[in-house]
C-alpha cells in the first residue's frame, strides 16, 4: 500500500487527486491532508479517507478545525511549522499542490527525507528551481512534473537521451482573453479573464492563462526541471488543449503528447509512476477531434512571455523576484487596483528595480535568500502600484 500525503488537498489539484485515491481506496494509505481556508472541506476528506493528520496553514483555524474532526481519530494542526511536520511523515508519495510560494518549504522538506515529489506548485521550481533539484539529487528523491505540459515533456524524454533533444515547445491555450481585440484588454475585468475555454483550474491560475503569466511560469519550470537553455524552449498557441507538448530531437523527429485536457491524466500519471494505469479520463479519438491549430503567441499582446526569457537569462533570484511580483500584481488586478494590462509593466519594473539594487544575484541559493527576496519583490510591487510608476 502507497503511503500518500496531499498539500493543498483542498484545491483543485488536491481535490482531483483525491477523486482518483478514492478510487482505488485499497492502494493508498493517506498520511496527511493540508488545507488553507477550506477547513470543512479538509475535515470531511480527512474523515471519509482516515487521514492520519489534516493541517490547515491558518492557526487562528485550528479550533475549527478540531471541532470538525472531534472523535474521527484524525491530528488536527495548524500553521506554518505544522505543515513541515507533517512533510516530516513518513510517506513514499507526496503532491505538492499548494498554490504560490508557500508550497516551496513542505516540498523542500519531503524531498529532504528521499520521498517522491509530485510537484503541482510550479511555483517551487520557478523561484528556487536549482535549489529543488539540488535537494532532490543529494537524498537521491525523485520529482515528478504533475503540470500537464511537464508530465507531457517527461513522457515524451521516457528512455531518450538529453543530448539528442534540440527544443521543447510547451503549448498554450491563449487563455479567455485570446480573440479579444487588443486594445479591448485594458478593459478585462478579474471575472473576464477568470474564465478558461478548456481547463477547468483555480481562479488565480485561470487569470494568469489569460495573461499568459502562467504559460511563462511553466517556460521557467521546463528550463528548471530539464535543464535546457532559454533559446531552446518555447510555446505555441494551441486553442484546442489537445497537443500538451512536444520534444524535438536532432534527428529530426518530433514526439508529440496527445489527450484530452483533464489533470486527472497528469495527476494519475504521477501517483502510479513507474507504472501505467487506467485512468477515468475521455480517451482520445482524433477523428472526432477534427483539427488541430497552432500559431505563434503574439508577444503584444503576451508581454509576459518576454519576461519569462528576461528571468530565464538572468537565474539567480529573479524566479523567485518574479513570481512574487507577479502574484503582487494578480492580487492587485483581482482587487481592482490596476488594469489587466499592467501586470506585465508592473512585474518587469520589480525585476528592473532589484537588479539595479544588485538583489537577484546568487551564487549559491539558500530557502531564507528566495523568502527574502519574496518578500521585498511583494512589497516593491505594492510600492510602485501605489506611486503608479508601473505604467
Ligand atoms: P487552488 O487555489 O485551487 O488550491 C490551492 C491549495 O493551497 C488549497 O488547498 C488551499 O487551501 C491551499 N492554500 C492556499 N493558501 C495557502 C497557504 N498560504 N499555505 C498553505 N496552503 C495554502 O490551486 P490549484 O489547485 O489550482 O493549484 C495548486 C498548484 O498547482 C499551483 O501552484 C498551480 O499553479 C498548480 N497547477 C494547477 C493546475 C490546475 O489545473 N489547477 C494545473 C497545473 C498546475 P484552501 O483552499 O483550503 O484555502
Request: aromatic content about 4%.
Amino acid at each position: 500500500m502507497r503511503r500518500v500525503s496531499i498539500f493543498g488537498a483542498t484545491g483543485s489539484i488536491g481535490q482531483n487527486t483525491l477523486d482518483l485515491i478514492r478510487r482505488a481506496p485499497d492502494a493508498y494509505h493517506v498520511v496527511a491532508l493540508t488545507g488553507g481556508a477550506n477547513v470543512e472541506r479538509l475535515a470531511a476528506d480527512a474523515r471519509a479517507l482516515g487521514a492520519e493528520i489534516a493541517v490547515t496553514a491558518f492557526e487562528d483555524r485550528l479550533p475549527e478545525l478540531r471541532a470538525a474532526l472531534d472523535g474521527s481519530g484524525v491530528d488536527a494542526a495548524a500553521g506554518a511549522g505544522a505543515l513541515l511536520e507533517a512533510a516530516d511523515r513518513p510517506a513514499d508519495w507526496i503532491m505538492s499542490a499548494i498554490v504560490g510560494s508557500a508550497g516551496l518549504a513542505p516540498g523542500l522538506r519531503a524531498l529532504r527525507h528521499g520521498t517522491t515529489l509530485a510537484l503541482a506548485n510550479k511555483e517551487s521550481l520557478v523561484c528556487a528551481g536549482p535549489l529543488l533539484m539540488a535537494e532532490a539529487r543529494a537524498q537521491g528523491a525523485t520529482v515528478l512534473p504533475v503540470d500537464s505540459e511537464h508530465s507531457a515533456v517527461f513522457q515524451a524524454l521516457r528512455g531518450e537521451d538529453m543530448n539528442a533533444v534540440d527544443k521543447i515547445t510547451i503549448t498554450a491555450s491563449g487563455g479567455g482573453l485570446r480573440d479579444w481585440p487588443l486594445e479591448a484588454l485594458d478593459g478585462a475585468t478579474p471575472a473576464q479573464a477568470g474564465t478558461h475555454p478548456n481547463w477547468d483550474m483555480g481562479r488565480r491560475i485561470t487569470i494568469d492563462s489569460a495573461s499568459m503569466f502562467n504559460k511563462a511560469m511553466e517556460l521557467i519550470e521546463t528550463h528548471e526541471f530539464f535543464g535546457l537553455p532559454p533559446d531552446r524552449i518555447d510555446t505555441v498557441i494551441h486553442p484546442q488543449s489537445i497537443v500538451h507538448a512536444l520534444v524535438r530531437f536532432r534527428d529530426g523527429a518530433t514526439m508529440a503528447h496527445l489527450g484530452a485536457p483533464d489533470m486527472r491524466h497528469a495527476i494519475g500519471f504521477a501517483l502510479n509512476w513507474p507504472e501505467r494505469r487506467d485512468l477515468p479520463v475521455a480517451l482520445l479519438d482524433l477523428a472526432e477531434t477534427g483539427r488541430l491549430d497552432f500559431r505563434a503567441p503574439d508577444l503584444a499582446r503576451y508581454p509576459a512571455l518576454r519576461l519569462a526569457h528576461r528571468v530565464m537569462e538572468a537565474g539567480g533570484l529573479a524566479g523567485a523576484a518574479f513570481n512574487a511580483a507577479k502574484e503582487a500584481a494578480l492580487d492587485l488586478f483581482i482587487d481592482g487596483r490596476i488594469r489587466f494590462t499592467d501586470m506585465a509593466p508592473l512585474v518587469a519594473t520589480v525585476l528592473d528595480r532589484l537588479a539595479t539594487e544588485d538583489r537577484l544575484e546568487a551564487a549559491t541559493m539558500t530557502l531564507d535568500m528566495v523568502q527574502q527576496t519574496d518578500r521585498v519583490a511583494r512589497d516593491t510591487a505594492r510600492a510602485v502600484a501605489a506611486q503608479g510608476r508601473h505604467a
